[in-house]
C-alpha cells in the first residue's frame, strides 16, 4: 500500500541493478522514476521460434539469426563516392556479411566489436558467392546464454546508449515485476469492466511480458492505444472535475427576453450567419442558467465575434447588470469600442472606454462605472486597476484572451460577485488541441464567414520574383490601396541570412517607392511608438508598411488591400494566416503573396501551396498541426501543451475524443477518493499547464 502512491516519484535507483552510472544512462532518456521505466514500451518483439541458423536461410528470405561477430571494417567505393561499413559475422553452421550504407561509424563500429553477439533480423540477399542481409536490425545481446533462458516472445526495447539490451530487458522486467502492480488505471475495476476498452493492466502485462499474439501489429497497437487512453483519460477527467467544479458556483440566471436582446437584430444592417445564430444561442443557453457561463469563441479574423459578443452584452444590460469588454492593445480596444459604441448608441445607449493615461476624463467614467451609469464600458489592463469598481457586473467579455495572463482574467472576473465570462480568439486551432488547451471551457466555433466576403487571392513566388511584387503593390497603392511588406527579422543579424525590416525599409523608401510613404513597425519599438505609427497607417498617412510580424491580430484597416510576405517558408501555416488575416477586410478584393526560396524542397513548396488553396483558418491550422506538431504552432507556445508520455495529439486525436466522452460518463460514478487521485496524479503531472490549481 505504501508503494502505491510512491511509485510515480520514487527513483529507477530502487530497482535491483540500477546503481548511479545505470541510473544517469536512464536520465538522458528521461527516465527518471519507476513509473517511467514501466512505461517504457518496447518498439519491437522478437519470436524467437523463429530464429534460424545461417545453413538453413535462403535467399530472399527475411530472418531472424543469432551469430557471432568475426570481422568489420568501414569501405569506401571510389567510383560510387559511398561509405559503407561490412562485418562479418557467424554461427556454427556458417557465415554471413552485414552491410550498412548510411553510415554512423561510431555507432557501428562500437555494435560490431569481434566477438559481440548479435540478433539480426533483415531480408537475406545474395552478394556474389555470399549470402548478406543489408541493414539489418541488430540487437547486442549479453552472451548466448542470455538468449537460452528467454523463451517465446522476447521484448526489444529503445535503444539506451552504453547499456546493452539484455540489462536493459531485465532492469526493466524488475521494475515491473516488483512495481507494475501499483499502476492503475483511474477506473475502478468494476467500471473497467463495464466499459468497452481493454484493461489497463493486461496491457501493461502483454507488452512488457508477451505472448505470441503480440507479433501482430494490430493487437500490439490496441495495448498501446489502452495505456494512451489512459493517460488522456487522466487529463480528460481532472479537466472536466475543473469545468464542473466552476460551474457549481451559482452565477447568474439571465432571462433573455429583454427589450435589448428582442432590438439586437433589427439594429444591425446585416443578416446573421447561421454560425453566428448559432454561437448565439450557445451564449442563451449558458447564461440562462444558474451557473456561471466560462466560453470560448473561436473564429478567424473578420467572422463576426463581437456581433456575438453585442448580443450577450444586450441581455446582461436588460437584465440590469453591467457588462466589461477588455481587449489587450489600444487599438485593438479602441476598435471595438467603436464597433460596440456606434450599436449601442443607436439605442440610445451610452459606452464608454478606459484606458491607460487619460487624465481628468478618466474619474468621471470611473465614477459613472462605480454608480451603474454606464452599462458597457470597453477597455485595456487600464479596467483591471483597483479603483475601477463596478456597480453590478454581470459580463465579462475579454478579447484575444491568450493575451491576457490567467491572474488578468481572474481580477477582472473578481470585480463582480460571480460574472458570466466569454473570451474569444481569432487564433483558429484544430479541435484535438481545442480539447487539451480548451478543455475546461465550453468552446463555440465561427466556422463561416459573412456572405459576399472576398477571398483573399492568394499566390507563392520564388525569390526572383521580387520586383513582380513590388509591381502589384505598386498598382493597389495606384488605386488608392495601402500595403504590408512583412520580413521575418527586425534588423540585420550575422547568423542568418534574411532580409530585415529595418534595411527593407530604407531600401525600399530610397528605391522601388520613392514616391510613397514607407513606414517601420517592429517588435523592438516602445508600444507607443508601435501605436502612432499603427494610427497614421490607419489615417493613410502611411502607403507602404514594412514590418515584422507585430501587426495586431485583429487590427481593422479595411484600406489595405495587398500583403507581401518575404521569406514566406520560415513561417508556419497558421501565421501566414494569421498575417494574411490583416488584409481582406474592407470591400475591395486584396490580395497576398508569399515569397519563399527557389530551393526549397517539393514538401516546403506544396505546404505554402496550401495557402493558395484555401483560406479556411481551421483546415490551414489542422494541415500546420499535422507538419510540425502541436508544440510549434503559432502562438502557443506559451499556452503550454501538457506532455503526455505516449500520446500524440497528432497521431491520437480519436483517442482524445473517446477520452473526454468516456471522462463525461464515468466522473459522477467516481467516489470522492478517486476523484482526489485523480486530481493529485494530474497535477503532479500537468500542474502549470492545466492550472488545476485553480480548483480551490
Ligand atoms: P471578428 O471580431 O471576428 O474579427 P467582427 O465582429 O469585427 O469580426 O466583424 C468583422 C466585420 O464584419 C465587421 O465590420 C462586422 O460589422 C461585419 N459583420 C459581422 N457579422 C456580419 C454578418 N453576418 N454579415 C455581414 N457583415 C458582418
Ligand atoms: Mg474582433
Not at 533462458?149 to 539484455?166: D, M, S, T
Not at 514594412?546 to 507581401?564: F, H, L, Y
Not at 502541436?630 to 480519436?654: A, C, H, T, W, Y
Amino acid at each position: 500500500m505504501e508503494k502505491e502512491n510512491d511509485i510515480t516519484k520514487e527513483p529507477v535507483r530502487c530497482v535491483k541493478g540500477v546503481g548511479p552510472k545505470i541510473a544517469a544512462l536512464f536520465r538522458q532518456k528521461g527516465l527518471n522514476t519507476i513509473e517511467d521505466l514501466c512505461y517504457f514500451l518496447p518498439n519491437r518483439y522478437v519470436d524467437k521460434r523463429v530464429i534460424k541458423k545461417i545453413r538453413e536461410v535462403t535467399e530472399g528470405e527475411n530472418a531472424l539469426i543469432v551469430a557471432k561477430v568475426v570481422t568489420s571494417r568501414p569501405v569506401y567505393f571510389p567510383r560510387a563516392r559511398r561509405r559503407a561499413f561490412e562485418a562479418t559475422v557467424q554461427d556454427e553452421t556458417g557465415s554471413l556479411t552485414l552491410r550498412w550504407f548510411h553510415v554512423v561509424l561510431p555507432y557501428l563500429k562500437g555494435l560490431c566489436t569481434k566477438d559481440n553477439i548479435l540478433l539480426l533480423s533483415g531480408k537475406v540477399t545474395r552478394f556474389g558467392r555470399n549470402m548478406q542481409m543489408v541493414h539489418p536490425e541488430a540487437v547486442l545481446l549479453e552472451n548466448v546464454a542470455e538468449l537460452e533462458e528467454l523463451q517465446g516472445i522476447i521484448p526489444v526495447y529503445p535503444e539506451i546508449n552504453g547499456l546493452k539490451q539484455g540489462t536493459l530487458r531485465i532492469i526493466i522486467k524488475q521494475a515491473f515485476i516488483n512495481y507494475g502492480k501499483c499502476l492503475r488505471s483511474i477506473i475502478p475495476t468494476v467500471l473497467e469492466n463495464s466499459l468497452t476498452i481493454k484493461r489497463f493492466k493486461e496491457a501493461l502485462v502483454k507488452l512488457h511480458c508477451p505472448d505470441e499474439t503480440i507479433i501482430n501489429f494490430e493487437t500490439r497497437q490496441d495495448y498501446i492505444n489502452r495505456l494512451i487512453f489512459e493517460e488522456y483519460l487522466l487529463f480528460q477527467t481532472s479537466l472536466l472535475m475543473k469545468k464542473r467544479y466552476v460551474k457549481q458556483g451559482k452565477g447568474i440566471f439571465f432571462v433573455n427576453n429583454g427589450a435589448y436582446r428582442k432590438k439586437f437584430e433589427t439594429g444591425l444592417s446585416f443578416e446573421l450567419t447561421n454560425a453566428q445564430r448559432k454561437v448565439i444561442r450557445e451564449i442563451e443557453e449558458d447564461m440562462g442558467s444558474w451557473s456561471p457561463m466560462n466560453r470560448l469563441l473561436q473564429g478567424d479574423v473578420g467572422s463576426g465575434k463581437t456581433v456575438c459578443a453585442i448580443a450577450s452584452s444586450c441581455i446582461a444590460i436588460d437584465n440590469g447588470y453591467q457588462v466589461a469588454f477588455m481587449a489587450p492593445t489600444e487599438i485593438l480596444a479602441e476598435q471595438q469600442y467603436l464597433t460596440i459604441h456606434k450599436f449601442f448608441d443607436n439605442m440610445g445607449l451610452a459606452v464608454s472606454y478606459l484606458r491607460g493615461n487619460m487624465g481628468k476624463e478618466r474619474s468621471s467614467i470611473i465614477d459613472s462605472i462605480k454608480t451603474g451609469i454606464i452599462k458597457v464600458v470597453v477597455g485595456t489592463h487600464a479596467l483591471l486597476q483597483d479603483d475601477v469598481e463596478f456597480n453590478k457586473l454581470g459580463l465579462v467579455i475579454i478579447d484575444e484572451q491568450h493575451r491576457f495572463g490567467v491572474m488578468q482574467r481572474k481580477i477582472i472576473k473578481q470585480k463582480g460577485p460571480c460574472p458570466d465570462t466569454l473570451v474569444m480568439t481569432a487564433t483558429p486551432i484544430p479541435r484535438t488541441l481545442s480539447m487539451v488547451i480548451y478543455g475546461d471551457l465550453d468552446v463555440s466555433v465561427i466556422n463561416e464567414m459573412p456572405a459576399g466576403r472576398q477571398k483573399i487571392w492568394t499566390k507563392v513566388f520564388f525569390d526572383g520574383e521580387n520586383q513582380t511584387a513590388f509591381k502589384l503593390v505598386e498598382e493597389e497603392l495606384k488605386s488608392g490601396g495601402q500595403a504590408f511588406i512583412v520580413y521575418p527579422l527586425v534588423e540585420e543579424s550575422q547568423k542568418v541570412d534574411l532580409l530585415n525590416a529595418k534595411n527593407m525599409a530604407m531600401l525600399l523608401q530610397k528605391t522601388v517607392f520613392c514616391d510613397r510613404k514607407v513606414g517601420l513597425l517592429h517588435g523592438r519599438m516602445k508600444s507607443d511608438e508601435k501605436e502612432k505609427v499603427m494610427v497614421l497607417f490607419q489615417k493613410r498617412l502611411i502607403d507602404v508598411l514594412v514590418c515584422t510580424t507585430v501587426i495586431e491580430v485583429g487590427i481593422d484597416i479595411p484600406n489595405a488591400t495587398i500583403i507581401v510576405i518575404e521569406h514566406s517558408e520560415r513561417f508556419g501555416l497558421s501565421q501566414l494566416h494569421q498575417l494574411r488575416g490583416r488584409v481582406g477586410r474592407g470591400l475591395k478584393q486584396s490580395k497576398c503573396i508569399l515569397v519563399a526560396s527557389e530551393k526549397l524542397t517539393a514538401i516546403a513548396k506544396q505546404r505554402l501551396r496550401v495557402m493558395e488553396k484555401t483560406t479556411d483558418g481551421f483546415q490551414i491550422a489542422e494541415e500546420d498541426m499535422r507538419l510540425r506538431g502541436p508544440g510549434e504552432m503559432f502562438g502557443l507556445k506559451q499556452s503550454g501543451i501538457p506532455d503526455f508520455r505516449l500520446g500524440n495529439l497528432v497521431r491520437d486525436g480519436d483517442i482524445m475524443t473517446n477520452a473526454k466522452k468516456t471522462a463525461e460518463q464515468i466522473l459522477s460514478k467516481l467516489s470522492s477518493k478517486e476523484l482526489n487521485q485523480i486530481k493529485e496524479r494530474a497535477e503532479q503531472k500537468w500542474g502549470d499547464s492545466v492550472n488545476l490549481s485553480e480548483i480551490a
